[in-house]
Nanobody, 115 residues
Framework: VQLVEAGGGLVQAGGSLRLSCAAS????????MGWYRQAPGKQRELVAR????????EYADSVKGRFTISRDKAKNTMYLQMNSLKPEDTGVYYC?????????WGQGTQVTVSS
């Protein structure tokens, strides 16, 4: 499974960004896909994830009500719509695909929210 992310950038607090993660290869093996982020000096943390088949979602408490995860099954693409961004949302955002075997990670995309 190969993952390619896009959509990061610099935005002011209160603004919005939309991230995308396109999966290719053995996508049928994916159980769920998720977005993780890592701020400088901190551990990587789960932001949101979505089950590939059912579309059920899960969010970190810090982003509930502001971020929305979705997927387009036909395009094998996952999205993260981020609204009301805060400076503490700054970090590198990684896409992850979880299978019954190995995990796969994207290369990461930088999101910077200025105050």
């Amino acid at each position: 499974v190969q993952l390619v992310e896009a959509g990061g950038g610099l935005v002011q607090a209160g603004g919005s960004l939309r991230l995308s993660c396109a999966a290719s290869g053995s996508t049928f093996s994916i159980v769920y896909m998720g977005w993780y982020r890592q701020a400088p000096g901190k551990q990587r943390e789960l932001v949101a994830r979505i089950l590939r088949v059912s579309g059920s979602t899960e969010y970190a408490d810090s982003v509930k009500g502001r971020f929305t995860i979705s997927r387009d099954k036909a395009k094998n693409t996952m999205y993260l719509q981020m609204n009301s961004l805060k400076p503490e949302d700054t970090g590198v955002y990684y896409c992850k695909a979880q299978t019954h075997g190995p995990d796969y990670w994207g290369q990461g995309t930088q999101v910077t929210v200025s105050s």
